[in-house]
C-alpha cells in the first residue's frame, strides 16, 4: 500500500499480529483491533500529509474517531477490486451466517437486560447490525452495490471491538455469558482480520520480509538474494 512506507511503523504493526497469533481467538482479535488501530493512525497521517483529508477532518484537525478512522481505512485505504474480494471470502460469509446473531453490548446495557434471561426484543434490538448485515449482503449476492454491505461489516466488526471492551457486569448481576460468547464470536472475526491483513499487507505470506544486512544494497543481501 502506498500509504504504508514507514519501515518502523510496519514493522511494529507485525509484531503485533505475529504475537497475537500466538493467543486465545478473544486476546488474538483483541490485539489484532489494536494493530488496525495503528493502520488506520498511519493512513490518517499519510492523508494529512498528502492534503487529501475530508472537508470535515480538515475542520476538526484532528484524527476522527476510531470508528470513522476505521470506516475510512477501509473505503479509502482499499481499493473496489480487494474490498469485493473481501466481501466475497468465505471468511466473511462465515461471519455473516453466524448464529446467534451478534449481540451489541452497548444495546444490551441500554435496555438494562437481564443476563440470565435476554427477552426476545432486547435480542432484536441488540443484534439490529448483525442482522443489517445479513440483509445487505444478501441484496450484494443478488447483484445489488457492495457499498451498503461493506459499510455494515465495518459496523459489525466494530460493534465487536467494543463488546470486548464490556466487562459483563450489569445491573442485574454477572453476564456468565459473556466469555463464550466474546470466545465464539472471536473464533469467526479473526478469519476475517486475517483476509484484511492479506490485502493491506498485499499477500505477505508470499513474501520474504529483510532487515539489516540482508537489506538491498546491503552487504549480506546476496545471501537471500
Not at 493502520?39 to 483529508?53: F, G, I, P, T, V
Not at 482499499?78 to 451466517?97: N, P, T, Y
Not at 465495518?154 to 455469558?177: A, Q
Amino acid at each position: 500500500m502506498e500509504w504504508l512506507q514507514n519501515e518502523k511503523l510496519l514493522s511494529d504493526i507485525i509484531a503485533k499480529i505475529n504475537d497475537a497469533r500466538t493467543k486465545s481467538h478473544v486476546e488474538r482479535c483483541d490485539r489484532y483491533f489494536e494493530a488496525i488501530n495503528s493502520l488506520y493512525s498511519a493512513y490518517y497521517q499519510y492523508r494529512k500529509r498528502n492534503n487529501k483529508l475530508t472537508n470535515e477532518e480538515e475542520r476538526q484537525r484532528k484524527r476522527p474517531g476510531d470508528k470513522r478512522s476505521f470506516e475510512e481505512l477501509i473505503k479509502q485505504g482499499i481499493d473496489q477490486e480487494a474490498q469485493i474480494r473481501w466481501l466475497k471470502s468465505k471468511e466473511v460469509r462465515s461471519l455473516v451466517g453466524f448464529s446467534p446473531a451478534i449481540m451489541s453490548d452497548e444495546e444490551l446495557n441500554a435496555q438494562k437486560y437481564d443476563p440470565n434471561n435476554i427477552d426476545p426484543l432486547t435480542r432484536t434490538i441488540a443484534s439490529a447490525k448483525h442482522n443489517d448485515l445479513k440483509a445487505f449482503y444478501d441484496e450484494f449476492l443478488k447483484g445489488r452495490s457492495f457499498f451498503a454491505p461493506l459499510a455494515a461489516l465495518c459496523d459489525l466488526i466494530y460493534m465487536v471491538r467494543c463488546n470486548l471492551k464490556h466487562c459483563g457486569k450489569t445491573p442485574k448481576g454477572p453476564d456468565r455469558d459473556k466469555a463464550k460468547r466474546d470466545n465464539d464470536v472471536c473464533s469467526t472475526v479473526v478469519p476475517v482480520l486475517d483476509f484484511l491483513f492479506q490485502i493491506i499487507f498485499e499477500n505477505p505470506d508470499e513474501r520474504l520480509a529483510v532487515y539489516g544486512t540482508l537489506k538491498r544494497g546491503e552487504c549480506n543481501h546476496e545471501v537471500v538474494a
